[in-house]
C-alpha cells in the first residue's frame, strides 16, 4: 500500500479544493492511500487564524500594499530563490514541529504540497535528510512565484506551458516540470449535457444563461454589474452565486429579474460545475481553481478583479489564449458581457479557446505520475 501525503495551507479556498482533487484522484487508484492535510492546523491555533486573518486583510482590503509585496518578493532566478526560501523557511520551521513529527510519524512515500507554505518545510526536511521521500509540487496559479521555487523537489506539476516557459527562463531544469493543469474534481472529466443540466437546475432552456460567480467581488461592483444587465432589454437569463459571501446577497436584495432578463441568486452552492456546465458566459474573479474549472468545461470567461499578484497572470492567461476577456474595470463586464453574447462566432471562438487549454484530468495524471515515479524507483 502505497501512502501519499498531500499538504496545503488554508490560505483562501482555492488550494484546499485543488489538494482535495488530488487526493480523490488517488483513492480511485488501487494500493493507495492518500491522506489530506491543511499544514495550518499543525500550528498554534491562535497563530493559525492570526496568519489566514492578515493574508485575507491584507489582500482584501490592502491590495495595492499586498501587490507591491507580492512583486518585490519575487525573483527572476530560480538558484537565488531557492536559496532565499530555504533560509526562510529554516526561520519558520519553528512554528511547525508539530507537522514536522506528523510526518516522521506517517512515514509517506510521496509528499505533495499544493501550496508553498508546506512546500518550504517539506524541503527543508528535504534537505537536512530527515524526508527520506520524493516531494513534489502542484502550482495552482498560472504564473509560479518565486516563493514556489526550492531546492530538491522531483517535480512540479504546472497549469499550462506558460507556466513551464517561464520557469525554464528562471533557471529550473525543463525535466523538473510537468504540464498537467490545475486538479479539479473527478465529476468535471465526465460529460454533462447543457439542456439536461438546466432542465435539473430549473433553468430556462430558450435563452441564454449568464453565470457571475461574485463571492470574492465588491459587492457594489456586482450590483452595478447586475443593475446593467436587468436593464439591458436583451433576452438572458442571470444567475449570480454569491457563495458564503452574505453581504453580497444583502447588496443584490433590491434587484429582482423581469420579463426579459429571468434572474437567480444563490448563496453557498455545492453544484459549482453544474453552474459552469449551464451557462453560455462566466463572469468571475480569475482565481486558479474558478479558472481551471471553467477552462477545463470549455466555458468562455470574463475575468474581472483578480488579487493583484497570483490572480492578475490567470486573467492574462485567459486572454492571451482567446479563453476570455480580462478586464481591470469591472463595471465594463456588462456591456463586454452582452457584446459577446450578441456575437455567436466569437463567443464560439472563445469556448474553443477555453476547450483547448482545459485539461480536466489534471489531478488523475498527476497521480499517475507519482505512482510511476514511485515503481521506477
Known amino acids: 500500500m502505497r501512502r501519499v501525503l498531500i499538504l496545503h495551507a488554508l490560505l483562501g479556498t482555492g488550494h484546499q479544493s485543488a489538494a482535495r482533487a488530488l487526493g480523490a484522484a488517488f483513492t480511485q487508484l488501487p494500493g493507495v492511500e492518500a491522506i489530506v492535510e491543511d499544514s495550518l492546523d499543525f500550528v498554534n491555533p491562535a497563530l493559525s487564524s492570526l496568519w489566514k486573518g492578515a493574508y485575507k486583510g491584507l489582500s482584501e482590503r490592502a491590495a495595492n500594499l499586498y501587490a507591491r509585496l507580492y512583486r518585490s518578493s519575487d525573483t527572476p532566478d530560480a538558484g537565488q530563490a531557492a536559496l532565499s526560501n530555504l533560509h526562510g523557511a529554516e526561520m519558520g520551521r519553528v512554528f511547525f514541529r508539530k507537522l514536522e513529527r506528523y510526518v516522521a510519524e506517517t512515514r509517506p512515500d510521496a509528499v505533495i504540497a499544493v501550496m508553498s507554505v508546506p512546500l518550504a518545510l517539506m524541503s527543508q526536511l528535504k534537505v537536512q535528510g530527515a524526508l527520506g521521500c520524493p516531494l513534489y509540487a502542484v502550482i495552482t496559479d498560472y504564473v509560479a512565484h518565486s516563493t514556489w521555487l526550492y531546492p530538491d523537489v522531483a517535480r512540479y506539476f504546472v497549469p499550462s506551458d506558460f507556466t513551464a516557459q517561464l520557469l525554464t527562463w528562471q533557471g529550473l531544469a525543463p525535466e523538473q516540470i510537468q504540464v498537467t493543469g490545475i486538479p479539479v474534481g473527478a465529476a468535471i472529466a465526465a460529460p454533462k449535457d447543457q439542456a439536461e443540466v ?70 453557498p452552492i455545492d453544484f459549482v460545475d ?20 471553467v477552462l477545463a468545461r470549455g466555458r468562455p470567461m470574463v475575468a474581472i478583479a483578480p488579487l493583484p499578484g497570483q490572480e492578475e497572470p490567470n486573467a492574462d492567461f485567459l486572454a492571451a489564449t482567446g479563453a476570455g476577456v480580462a478586464l481591470r474595470v469591472p463595471e465594463l463586464a456588462p456591456a463586454v458581457a452582452l457584446h459577446l453574447l450578441s456575437e455567436p462566432e466569437l463567443l464560439a471562438h472563445m469556448a474553443a479557446g477555453a476547450a483547448r487549454v482545459g485539461r480536466p484530468r489534471a489531478a488523475g495524471v498527476i497521480a499517475e505520475q507519482v505512482l510511476h515515479d514511485l515503481a521506477q524507483a
Do not use: W
Request: proline share 6%; glycine share 14%; with cysteine.
Open 274 to 293: 453544474d453552474m459552469v456546465v449551464a451557462s453560455d458566459l462566466v463572469i468571475s474573479k480569475p482565481g486558479g481553481l474558478i479558472t481551471s474549472e
Open 198 to 267: 438546466r432542465a435539473r437546475r430549473g433553468l430556462p432552456a430558450d435563452r441564454p444563461l449568464l453565470t457571475v460567480f461574485g463571492g470574492g467581488v465588491d459587492p457594489a461592483a456586482i450590483h452595478f454589474i447586475v443593475s446593467q444587465l436587468l436593464g439591458a432589454g436583451r433576452p438572458l437569463t442571470l444567475a449570480v452565486c454569491a457563495g458564503r459571501n452574505e453581504a453580497l446577497l444583502e447588496a443584490l436584495a433590491d434587484l429582482e429579474g423581469n420579463d426579459t432578463v429571468g434572474m437567480v441568486k444563490y448563496g
